[in-house]
C-alpha cells in the first residue's frame, strides 16, 4: 500500500482531529461560554442603556471573539506534543505545510466557526440592530479564520514551552489588531447603513494571506520546538 | 543663540518643563544602553579569568603533588 | 528473499558532533547502516543515545555539526509511545500520523494480538497501563511497511515473552532486507549480526 | 565578496572586528548626539504654532525612525539565521532587540510629552503613536520568548520566526492603524503629519537622525561583543581574551 498522497493525508488528519473533539464535545461549548460571559460583562460594566451598548456592540462583540480565540489557540498543538504523536508527524513524508494546515481548519471548525453562528444571540443582547446580524457572522466566520492561522503560529512557537499560555497572548496579539479593526468596522459600518463590502473585501484579503504565509512560519515554528 | 539669558533658556516661555524632562529622560536611556553591554562584558570577562587563573592554579597544584 | 548486496546504505551520518550544555556527546561520528544490517547504539545514561537516534531521524535539524543523508521514510519509536487516551488502540493504529498507508482491520487485529493486546482492542487507552501504552505502539512494527526502523529503547515496560516476539522480528526484519537502529541496555539474543556503536561520553578539555 | 559573508561566520574574527569598529564609532556617535542636541535645543528658533515644545522633535522623530528600522534589521538578520544557518546572524538579532525596544521606549514617552503642550492630555491615540505602541509590543513579544527558551538555539530560532511574521505584519499593521484613524477622527488636525519644516529647523533634525542610527549601530554592537563572550566561553579565544583582561 503506497502512503497516501498530500490530499489524503490532510483529509485524514483532519478526520483525526474532528474525531478526537468529538469524543468530547462538551468541550467545543467552552469557547462560546466564555464568549457568553464576557458579553454579560459588559452590561454589568457600562450600564444597561441600551443605546450605549448599541453604540459599543461591533467592537465589544468583537474583541470577545478574539479573546476566546486567543484562550483556545494555546492547545492546538499541546495535547499532540505531550503525549509524542507530534514527533511522528514530524516523520511523515508528507509535506509538514499542508498538515498544520488541516490542524488550524479543524480547530477554527470546532471553535471560530460555532462562534460565528452562535453570535446573533448575543449580539441581539447587546441591542446590535437586526440588519447588522449578517455582516457580523460574516466577518466572524473570516476573521476567526485569520485570527486561528496567527494564534497556530504562537502555538507552535511556544507548544514546547512548559510555561507558554501566558506568552502567546504577548506574542500574537499585535498581529490580532489589523483584523480586529476592519472586523469591527465591517461591522460598523453595517449598524450605519453603509455597505460593509470593502470591510469584509479586506478581511478576505487578510485571510488568503494567512493562509499562505502562516502554515510556513507554523511548520517552522515546529519543527524548532521539537528540537528542543 | 536664541536664548538671550540662562533664565530664558530654563523657561523656554514655559515649554521648558516639558522639553527638558525629556531631553533627560532619553538622555539617561541612551548612557543606560551605552553602559549595559559595556558592564555586561567586563564583568564576563572577569569571571572567566578568574576561572582561567583558578585552573592554572589547579594544574600547577597537581603537577607539584605528583612529583 | 538473500539479503541483497550492499548497495546504498538506508542511513548515513556524516562526521556528527553534537554539544549539549557545554558537555561533548560525541564527535566527528560517522555511521553507515546498509539493507540487512542491524546496529545497537550503547552507552550509559545521559551519553546522548536519544538526542543521536532523533538527529538520525530529523526531528533534531539544528544544534549539531555534520550531515544525515536518509533516501527511506524512516519508522521512529520514541520515549513517548504517541497514543491517544481518548482513542482505542484499533483507532490509534488506524488514524496514525506517521504518513503510511491505510491499514487494513484485519492487520490491525493481527498486530494487537501478536503484542498481546488481543481483548483490548476497543478499550479507550487511558483505561490501559502504560506498558500497554508501549505496547500499540509496538504494534506498529508489525503493520509498518517501512525499511529502516529507528527504535528507542523498545523494549522497556515489555515482558520476557514479548521482547523475545519482537527480537524474532527484529531477526526477520532485517534478513528481509530491511534495516534497524535501536538504543536499548538489554543484550540482544538475536539470530543475525549485530553492530554495535558504543557512545563514551567526554568532557570537552 | 563571499569570503568576507563566510568569514563573518567566525567568532573571533567578529568580536575583533566589532572592536575595531566601536574604537572610533562611540566618539562619533557622542560627538553627533551633543552638537545635534546642542544645535536643535539653542540654535534653532521656536515653531510659530506649537512654540518651544516643538523641540522634543530631535529626540522623538530619530527615536521613532530609527526604532522601526531596527525591527527590519532585526528580521533580516533573524531571516539570514533560518535561511543560512548562520549562528552568528542569531547573534545580532538578539543584541537588536532590546535597544530597539528602548529606542521606541523613547519614542513613545517623548511622544506623550509632546503631545501635552500641544493637546492638553499625556496620551493621545494618534496614528503614529499608537502603532509605534504596537511596535514596542512587538519587541518586547520577542524579547520575551527569547528569554523563555532555555536552549538558546532554538530561542534565537524560534525569535527569527517571530520577527519574520512581525515584518510581514508591519506594514499591515501599520496602514490599518493610519486608516482606522481616519475613520474615527476624520477632521481632527494630524499631529504628526509634516507640516512643512523649514530648512533651519531641518538640518539638525537630519543630524540627530544620523546620530540616532550611530547610537543603534553602538550599541548593537556591543551588545553582540557580550553576547559572543557569552556564547562562546569555552573556547579558546575566550579564554585568551579573559587572560589579557585579567593581567593587562
Known amino acids: 500500500m503506497s502512503p497516501p498522497h498530500t490530499g489524503q493525508f490532510f483529509a485524514r488528519v483532519l478526520c483525526r482531529q474532528l474525531l478526537l473533539v468529538m469524543r468530547r464535545p462538551i468541550e467545543m461549548g467552552n469557547p462560546l461560554l466564555f464568549f457568553a460571559m464576557v458579553i454579560v460583562l459588559f452590561p454589568l460594566g457600562l450600564g444597561p442603556a441600551p443605546d450605549k451598548l448599541a453604540n459599543f456592540a461591533p467592537g465589544l462583540l468583537w474583541i470577545t471573539a478574539l479573546l476566546s480565540n486567543l484562550l483556545t489557540s494555546d492547545a492546538v498543538f499541546r495535547s499532540d506534543f505531550d503525549d509524542g504523536s507530534l514527533e511522528q508527524l514530524m516523520l511523515a513524508p508528507q509535506p509538514l505545510f499542508l498538515s498544520s494546515l488541516s490542524y488550524i481548519l479543524a480547530h477554527w471548525l470546532t471553535t471560530g466557526f460555532l462562534l460565528a453562528l452562535v453570535s446573533p444571540v448575543f449580539a441581539l443582547m447587546l441591542n446590535l440592530p437586526i440588519s447588522a446580524l449578517g455582516t457580523l457572522i460574516l466577518s466572524l466566520l473570516l476573521g476567526t479564520a485569520v485570527l486561528s492561522l496567527l494564534g497556530g503560529i504562537g502555538a507552535a512557537l511556544t507548544v514546547g514551552l512548559k510555561r507558554g499560555g501566558m506568552l502567546i497572548s504577548l506574542l500574537i496579539l499585535p498581529f490580532y489588531m489589523p483584523v480586529l479593526i476592519f472586523g469591527a468596522a465591517a461591522v460598523q459600518a453595517a449598524v450605519t447603513g453603509t455597505p460593509p463590502g470593502p470591510y469584509l473585501a479586506i478581511l478576505g484579503a487578510m485571510l488568503s494571506l494567512a493562509i499562505a504565509l502562516a502554515p510556513l512560519a507554523i511548520a517552522t515554528g515546529l519543527r524548532i520546538s521539537l528540537d528542543a | 543663540m536664541y536664548f538671550n539669558t540662562v533664565q530664558a533658556l530654563l523657561m523656554m516661555d514655559g515649554h521648558g518643563v516639558y522639553v527638558w524632562p525629556a531631553y533627560l529622560i532619553t538622555a539617561v536611556i541612551i548612557v543606560m544602553l551605552l553602559v549595559a553591554p559595556m558592564r555586561r562584558r567586563s564583568r564576563l570577562l572577569q569571571r572567566l579569568a578568574a576561572e582561567v587563573r583558578r585552573a592554572e592554579r589547579k594544574t600547577v597544584a597537581g603537577v607539584r603533588g605528583g612529583q | ?205 | 565578496m563571499w569570503t568576507f559573508f563566510h568569514k563573518l561566520g567566525s567568532p573571533p574574527w567578529l568580536y575583533a572586528i566589532a572592536g575595531a569598529i566601536l574604537r572610533w564609532l562611540v566618539p562619533i556617535t557622542l560627538i553627533a548626539l551633543i552638537s545635534g542636541t546642542v544645535w536643535g535645543l539653542l540654535f534653532t528658533s521656536p515653531d510659530f504654532r506649537q512654540g518651544n515644545s516643538y523641540r522634543i522633535i530631535y529626540i522623538h522623530v530619530p527615536a521613532a525612525v530609527v526604532a522601526l528600522a531596527g525591527y527590519y534589521v532585526m528580521a533580516i538578520a533573524g531571516a539570514i539565521s533560518l535561511i543560512w544557518r548562520m549562528k552568528m546572524a542569531d547573534v545580532v538579532m538578539k543584541a537588536a532587540a532590546p535597544v530597539g525596544a528602548a529606542l521606541t521606549f523613547i519614542a513613545l514617552l517623548t511622544g506623550a510629552i509632546w503631545g501635552k503642550p500641544t493637546w492638553g492630555t499625556w496620551w493621545v491615540w494618534d496614528a503614529r503613536i499608537t502603532s509605534m505602541l504596537i511596535l514596542l509590543f512587538l519587541y518586547l513579544g520577542v524579547v520575551a520568548l527569547y528569554e523563555s527558551f532555555d536552549n538558546k538555539e532554538a530561542a534565537g530560532k524560534a525569535c527569527a520566526v517571530l520577527s519574520l511574521v512581525g515584518m510581514v505584519n508591519i506594514p499591515i499593521v501599520y496602514k490599518s492603524v493610519d486608516w482606522w484613524y481616519s475613520l474615527h477622527q476624520p477632521a481632527s488636525i494630524k499631529f504628526t503629519g509634516e507640516s512643512t519644516i523649514d530648512s533651519s529647523m531641518l538640518y539638525p533634525l537630519l543630524l540627530m537622525i544620523a546620530a540616532f542610527y550611530a547610537l543603534f549601530t553602538c550599541c548593537l554592537l556591543m551588545n553582540m561583543r557580550a553576547e559572543l563572550l557569552q556564547r562562546e566561553s569555552r573556547t579558546q579565544w575566550v579564554k585568551r581574551i579573559a587572560d589579557e583582561k585579567g593581567r593587562g
Open chain 3, 1 to 205: 528473499m538473500s539479503i541483497s548486496a550492499i548497495g546504498a546504505p538506508l542511513l548515513e551520518a556524516q562526521s556528527l558532533s553534537l554539544l549539549r550544555g557545554g558537555r561533548e556527546l560525541f564527535c566527528d561520528l560517522s555511521l553507515a547502516v546498509h539493507a540487512g544490517q542491524l546496529w545497537q547504539i550503547e552507552g550509559a545514561n545521559g551519553a546522548g543515545k536519544t538526542s543521536l537516534l532523533r538527529i538520525l531521524c530529523g526531528l533534531s535539524r539544528y544544534g549539531f555539526e555534520g550531515k544525515v543523508v536518509r533516501p527511506v521514510a524512516p519508522l521512529y519509536l520514541g520515549h513517548q509511545p504517541a497514543v491517544k487516551a481518548l482513542l482505542s488502540p484499533r483507532e490509534n493504529l488506524r488514524w496514525h500520523l506517521n504518513g503510511e498507508g491505510l491499514y487494513s482491520a484485519e492487520q490491525i487485529d493481527s498486530a494487537l494480538a501478536r503484542v498481546g493486546l488481543c481483548g483490548y482492542e476497543d478499550v479507550t487507552s487511558h483505561t490501559l497501563s502504560a506498558g500497554q501504552h508501549r505496547r500499540v505502539n509496538l504494534a506498529r512494527l508489525f503493520l509498518s511497511d517501512a525499511r529502516l526502523w529507528l527504535l528507542d529503547e523498545p523494549f522497556t515496560a515489555i515482558d520476557a515473552q514479548g521482547v523475545d516476539e519482537t527480537q524474532a522480528l527484529l531477526a526477520s526484519h532485517v534478513a528481509a532486507g530491511g534495516a534497524v537502529v535501536m538504543t536499548s541496555h538489554q543484550k540482544l539474543q538475536v539470530t543475525c549480526e549485530v553492530h554495535t556503536l558504543k557512545l563514551v561520553q567526554s568532557l570537552i578539555s
